[in-house]
T-cell receptor, first 115, second 112 residues
Framework: DAKTTQPNSMESNEEEPVHLPCNHS???????IHWYRQLPSQGPEYVIH???SNVNNRMASLAIAEDRKSSTLILHRATLRDAAVYYC????????????????FGQGTILTVHP | EAQVTQNPRYLITVTGKKLTVTCSQN?????MSWYRQDPGLGLRQIYY???????DKGDVPEGYKVSRKEKRNFPLILESPSPNQTSLYFC???FGAGNTQYFGPGTRLTVL
């Protein structure tokens, strides 16, 4: 299974941008890159996902390297409510495009946001 | 409101006493999954279901059973719980495994 590597922790100041990196050097051609986050005492929640092109939504942006071996989740202006564990995950697909059910969460990156 | 519900939210039990943790979703999702979360080990998938009557093992299925008789429900069954199954359990659902997954609030289980 393709795996991801993330830093254990990162820190940021409120109102500043945050760039959370993820390495996935063994990604396959049909793997989607997903990001979830888990706030304290809650279940994980979806943040963003992409395949090849950079993606933006109201929560964040996802920048995907041209060779797809790495990606970066960008929080444009961190707030205290963004303090969470951020997980970078690869969606597993077979060649026909049907998704398998197995998703592997890594350790994630603990993001601390300072006032 | 679209949601995934789990019951109970907290449970303390003893070794060997069968228990069921229920999971229900109201989004007509085909895919449902169970995870356990342990300190230092992150989230690990226990079982998943691609649709009614279709289930398969995840990374850590030993000691667990699941069933999917209806689309909305995906109960997790521990036939003979042991202390190493003390953990925080999450149920999730989505239209497909690669689609956005919606997680329940979690069930904290303690097996004495």
């Amino acid at each position: 299974d393709a795996k991801t590597t993330q830093p254990n922790s990162m820190e940021s100041n409120e109102e500043e941008p945050v760039h959370l990196p993820c390495n996935h050097s063994t990604i396959s051609g049909t793997d989607y890159i997903h990001w979830y986050r888990q706030l304290p005492s809650q279940g994980p929640e979806y943040v963003i996902h992409g395949l090849t092109s950079n993606v933006n939504n109201r929560m964040a942006s996802l920048a995907i390297a041209e060779d797809r071996k790495s990606s970066t989740l960008i929080l444009h202006r961190a707030t205290l409510r963004d303090a969470a564990v951020y997980y970078c995950i690869l969606g597993v697909y077979n060649a026909g495009g049907t998704s398998y059910g197995k998703l592997t969460f890594g350790q994630g990156t603990i993001l601390t946001v300072h006032p | 409101e679209a949601q995934v519900t789990q019951n109970p939210r907290y449970l303390i039990t003893v070794t060997g006493k069968k228990l069921t943790v229920t999971c229900s979703q109201n989004m007509n999702h085909e895919y449902m999954s169970w995870y356990r979360q342990d300190p230092g080990l992150g989230l690990r998938q226990i079982y998943y279901s691609m649709n009614v009557e279709v289930t398969d093992k995840g990374d850590v299925p030993e000691g667990y059973k699941v069933s999917r008789k209806e689309k909305r429900n995906f109960p997790l069954i521990l036939e003979s719980p042991s202390p190493n199954q003390t953990s925080l359990y999450f149920c999730a659902s989505s239209f497909g495994a690669g689609n956005t997954q919606y997680f329940g609030p979690g069930t904290r289980l303690t097996v004495l």
